[in-house]
């Protein structure tokens, strides 16, 4: 059964999400995320799906060897809908610069912690494909149409 995010509820466990985020312990890692992700958890990433706890913490493991010293954080407020929250967020580096941008979708399990994850980290769409028909584009987008 899907009920309306709790917005108070949903920043409580997305604090602890941030956390295991910045942990670089495993075991405090498991721990935090056992806390934040249902059993069946899954991060969609660029290239394959994390699923469960175990797999969430490898991939936070290689976040921090692909980011070194850089810690997610909360960028935008947040837009939510049925058990859905859409959030933006950045990479951002030890002297606080911003690294990376993107915006992240999270579903909730029934008991109100994060089932499902998909970070979308592109700066920005491509432009539409030249095959694309004008009349089902926004106008000036394909071909100078």
């Not at 913490?57 to 976040?63: V, Y």
């Not at 998909?118 to 071909?143: C, R, Y």
Request: charged share 20%; aromatic share 8%; hydrophobic share 45%.
């Amino acid at each position: 059964m899907n009920a309306n995010v709790d917005v108070p509820a949903f920043l409580t466990i997305f604090t602890i999400y941030l956390e295991a985020f910045a942990e670089h312990d495993p075991v405090r890692r498991r721990r935090l995320l056992a806390r934040c992700l249902s059993e069946d958890s899954e991060i969609w990433g660029p290239n394959r799906m994390f699923v469960g706890i175990s797999e969430v913490c490898d991939k936070i493991a290689s976040f921090h060897d692909n980011w070194p010293n850089c810690r997610l954080v909360l960028a935008t407020g947040l837009s939510t809908f049925d058990n859905v929250v859409r959030l933006g967020n950045a990479f951002v580096g030890p002297d606080g610069s911003v690294r990376a941008r993107g915006e992240t979708i999270f579903a909730l399990a029934s008991d109100g912690r994060i089932r499902s994850v998909v970070p979308l980290w592109e700066a920005e769409l491509p432009p539409l494909p030249k095959s694309w028909q004008a009349h089902l584009g926004v106008p000036g987008t394909i071909d100078g149409h």
